[in-house]
């Protein structure tokens, strides 16, 4: 048996999908909070069972019976997921965890992340750990005022990072939860090349056949909203990956230098927080799946109606 947390959310979703078109749906379980507002929303013959990875004692019916759990970190008491898993007797875990681990280990998530990896290896279970970048499914925000106004508001607008479509995350995910070749493995996880928020919100516009403004803010501006859906800690954090460890004064352009030497200042790069690792571009999904990462082209075209 399998069971899949997060199974109502961006991966979840997509993998039970997978599984399902298998045939492994009868040995597929899905964990939701709300197995009442998960049912419509998994394929039919997987069973819902509910229970809340933030309260591991509601766990044990959902993991009765199972082998390969597939958990996203950091959406419960990872730690004690991970010991009542092993407790229930699960042997493979696939773990969802972040390319931050290695591009920005100084940042809190990704120091917990990093300890539920550790955790993981050290169980004594069988693990495959995935570090996907940063998702096309993040463009979520920018749904409202895309539906309202034709405008993304963004910072680091011309930061450009391999973002990865969920579900290839997803593909990778069913090919370890149900294969032999991808245990004591850890994947990083891109989609297939660079995009900056700006080229997102044009093939957003494109999609939806109208213009999609593309207005960069400040960082200050982007962390209050972002703040109050995720956690000011979690914000920071996210907000240095889109584009640095930078403020506005910080990216101020000054004619100084050109003032004094009389040759113009060489150009300013990526922000100071995005570092090569983040920018990296891997091959993991085609390798793995044997089929090319999608674009966010296609993210967009699949969840266009969230944005008309
Ligand atoms: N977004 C990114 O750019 C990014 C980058 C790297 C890594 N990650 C990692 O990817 C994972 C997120 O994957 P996703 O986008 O598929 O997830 P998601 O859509 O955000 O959420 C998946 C599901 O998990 C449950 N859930 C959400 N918050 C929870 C909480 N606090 N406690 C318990 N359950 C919760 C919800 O299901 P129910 O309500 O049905 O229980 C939700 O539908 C996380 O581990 C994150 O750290 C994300």
């Not at 998702?135 to 930061?159: C, G, I, K, M, Q």
């Not at 391999?162 to 004591?184: E, F, K, N, Q, Y």
């Not at 803010?217 to 460890?245: K, N, Q, T, Y």
Request: proline share 6%; hydrophobic share 40%; glycine share 12%.
């Amino acid at each position: 048996m399998i069971l899949v947390t997060g199974a109502t959310g961006n991966i979840g979703r997509e993998l039970l999908r997978q599984l399902h078109a298998d045939g492994h749906a009868p040995g597929v379980r899905a964990l939701s909070r709300d197995a009442g507002r998960a049912g419509p929303l998994v394929p039919e013959g997987v069973v819902v069972v509910e229970g809340d990875p933030g309260r591991v004692e509601t766990l044990k019916p959902a993991l009765d019976g199972v082998r390969s759990l597939f958990l996203l970190a950091g959406a419960g008491a990872d730690a004690r997921v991970l010991e009542a898993a092993r407790g229930a007797g699960v042997e493979h875990v696939v773990l969802v965890s972040s390319i931050t681990v290695v591009t920005h280990p100084h940042l809190g998530p990704a120091r917990a992340n990093l300890a539920v990896e550790r955790r993981l290896r050290e169980s004594g279970m069988e693990w495959t750990v995935l570090r996907p970048t940063q998702f096309a499914s993040n463009t979520l925000w920018w749904a409202e005022s895309v539906r309202e106004e034709s405008v993304v508001r963004v910072p680091y607008a011309d930061t450009g990072l391999p973002t990865v479509h969920p579900a290839d995350i997803a593909s990778v995910a069913r090919a370890a939860l149900t294969g032999p070749d991808h245990r004591g493995r850890t994947y990083p996880l891109t989609g297939p090349e660079r995009i900056t928020p700006r080229q997102q919100a044009g093939e957003l516009g494109r999609v939806l056949g109208r213009e999609v403004a593309c207005v960069g803010i400040g960082r200050e501006a982007a962390f209050g909203p972002m703040a109050a859906m995720m956690g000011a800690e979690v914000a920071g954090s996210v907000l240095d990956l889109m584009g640095g460890d930078v403020n506005d004064e910080l990216l101020a352009v000054h004619d100084t230098v050109s003032r004094v030497t009389g040759s113009p200042a060489r150009p300013y790069r990526a922000g100071g927080d995005v570092n090569d690792e983040l920018l990296a571009v891997h091959d993991t999904v085609s390798r793995v799946t044997g089929s090319p990462a999608r674009p966010y082209r296609d993210w967009a075209e699949e969840n266009a109606a969230a944005f008309r």
